[in-house]
């Protein structure tokens, strides 16, 4: 709460409502109570316990407030006292919302544009980045990161404990079994993934790791003395990512549902539904609750086919259609100043940053040259978003659309590269957006071919649509003909923000990250004293891709081409 919505209060009523502490009062400060310009001389409210949540591939359609057939009361009474958040977009995979979340940068300003970091590149948030738990560390937080990394540890100068958490406990990886914590990057390509700090923690395995990672935040709060210092916890989930695992007692809730795949996922929403229950107790047990802030996000849509639902978004995870990057999302707070409404502000990952950075106390300087917004008025005040547009992304590596061209995007933009903007109420979305079906909740074994008939529209021999999202969240009236000025515009916008876009880095596979050569688990196996050399050992090899495009086998070409692309010359 800013000093000036303080006014009119009393000094013991700012201690009892948590906003000061008797350390923070210097000896007269309550005889000058009385001084009718003491209010203005009052010490600044203690920063807020940041507390932020982020499950993995949950979709659109994977909780109670949006569900009939997913049971989540926790999340939906914690969402409905605080604020739902339904223009919030994430991205489509794993890497890149975590990056964009420690960075406040789109992808295009990051070098992780394309895909996803594997277990065996070497690769990981770039070093010049300054991460937003390095900001709360400047500005007297205690930070810690319990879960899923998955933002590279080739280096140990990648670790999240270098980067700005104080404590680490979790997997690096993006995918491990919920029990063993074996993570695979192919046949025969398996070692164990967890981690505590910079250390490997064989003796947790056997741990369903839903429960573990809760334990860990409950022990963190539990430990830590709330009037001391503020807290940051950054609580990345590994839930409900494949495989699908689940003690059993969470599964026979949902016997009735006959599709297994659903069954066992709206079982591990539930864990996860138990386990924010645990850790809003421990919030109010150790005194935090009254000064603290909850974020809830998923990292990107759902996958139909392993159980979750974007329903009735269109597109999945991996897609840059709604059910692929439109997220769950919801803060929860006692500072919340308008408390229990659907906010309609238009949100994006990237203004986590900027808007926790000033919440805890830090100037703009911290948080210039950003691609976020503080929006944490939109949020708390139901303010207008400062945010006007989001850059989805430009990806020039991902398969070229065979119909695309630069004719096509009116000489503006090749319509072959994928890309996607919002701007306003208009989507534009160019090359190939991904798997475009309108998918219903699998809730039956056998769901009826004329049902899936009915939902499959597809569009031969395209590479360009327009939405008006406002209007028509599901997308399913293409505009981009009838509003030629619109799509021009959004055009220019792709070509503006391609302008400052660095080189993609997505370096080829090293072997020497293959467990069995480092005691079978998957750690940092580069010296940091090691140079990178992106130009001439780590180039993409895609055979595939270069067979599509017909180019040469020529390491310069393509050293060539991707600088045509990233400088606009397309």
């Known amino acids: ?33 009385a001084d009718p310009t003491f209010m203005d001389r009052a010490p600044v409210p203690r920063p807020p316990h940041i507390i932020f949540i982020m499950t993995d591939d949950q979709g659109f359609n ?32 794993c890497t890149p919302s975590r990056s964009q979340l420690i960075t406040g940068r789109y992808q295009i300003h990051t070098g992780l544009q394309h895909s996803i970091i594997r277990p065996r590149q070497p690769n990981c948030l770039p070093f010049d980045q300054v991460t937003l738990p390095q900001r709360l560390q400047e500005l007297g937080y205690s930070t810690h990161m319990v879960g899923k990394w998955h933002l590279g540890f080739y280096k140990k100068e990648c670790l999240p404990t270098r980067r700005g958490f104080d404590t680490y406990f979790g997997s690096l990886t993006g995918s491990v079994n919920y029990y063993t914590y074996e993570s695979c990057d192919g046949p025969g390509l398996c ?43 950054y609580l990345s989930f590994q839930a409900v990512h494949t495989p699908l695992q689940s003690p059993r007692e969470y599964i026979y809730p949902y016997r009735e549902l006959e599709n297994v795949a659903r069954r066992k996922y709206a079982a591990m929403v539930s864990a996860v539904d138990e386990a924010v229950r645990n850790i809003t107790y421990a919030l109010r047990k150790y005194e935090y609750y009254q000064n603290s802030v909850i974020i809830f996000s998923t ?24 059910g692929g990057i439109r997220g ?36 703009e300087s911290l948080t210039e040259g950003l691609d976020g917004y503080n929006v944490w008025e939109a949020i708390s005040e139901g303010k207008e978003s400062p945010r006007l547009e989001i850059l989805h992304n430009i990806d020039p590596l991902y398969n070229h659309a065979h119909s695309g061209s630069l004719q096509k995007g009116y000489g503006i933009w090749n319509t072959a590269i994928q890309a996607s903007i919002r701007a306003g109420d208009w989507k534009l979305l160019t090359g190939d957006p991904g798997y475009g079906d309108w998918i219903p909740p699998q809730i039956l ?20 649509w327009l939405f008006n999202i406002s209007g028509d969240p599901n997308e399913r009236f293409d505009l981009s003909e009838q509003r030629p000025d619109v799509v021009k515009e959004l055009l220019a916008r792709l070509v ?58 020529s390491r310069s070409f393509f050293r060539r081409l991707n600088t045509r692309i990233m400088s606009n010359r397309i």
């Open 328 to 363: 769950l999302g919801f803060v929860h707070s006692p500072l919340l100043r308008r408390k229990r409404r659907v906010s309609k502000a238009l949100i994006h990952i990237t203004d986590w940053y900027p808007t926790l950075v000033r919440l805890a106390g830090g100037n």
């Open 496 to 553: 503006y923000y391609n302008r400052t876009a660095v080189p993609v880095r997505y370096p080829s596979e090293d072997l020497r990250a293959h467990p069995e050569l480092n005691g079978g688990a998957w750690v940092p196996w580069v010296g940091d004293e090691e140079e990178d050399s992106w130009d001439s050992i780590y180039q993409k090899k895609n055979m595939d891709w270069k067979k599509k495009l017909k180019l040469s086998k």
């Open 191 to 233: 070692g164990f993934d967890l981690h505590e700090g910079e250390s490997v923690a064989w003796s947790q395995k056997g741990k369903y790791s839903t429960h573990l990672y809760t334990q860990r935040v409950r022990k963190i709060l539990a430990t830590h003395d709330p009037q001391s210092q503020p807290l940051f916890i």
């Open 299 to 322: 990292d990107n849509g759902g996958q139909p086919l392993s159980g979750g639902s974007n329903w009735p978004l269109r597109g999945r995870k991996g897609t840059y259609w709604e």
């Open 62 to 93: 994977d909780i109670g407030y949006h569900s009939s057939d997913i049971r989540t009361p926790v999340l939906d009474k914690l969402a409905a006292d605080g604020v739902k958040l339904e223009n919030y977009y994430i991205q489509p995979i």
């Open 445 to 464: 074994p056998g769901f009826p071919g004329g049902w899936w008939n009915l939902e499959r529209h597809t569009v031969p021999r395209k590479s360009m």
């Open 1 to 33: 709460m800013a000093t000036s919505a303080l006014t009119g209060f009393s000094m013991m009523s700012l201690l009892s409502l948590g906003y000061l502490t008797w350390d923070m009062m210097g000896p007269n400060q309550v005889e000058n109570e």
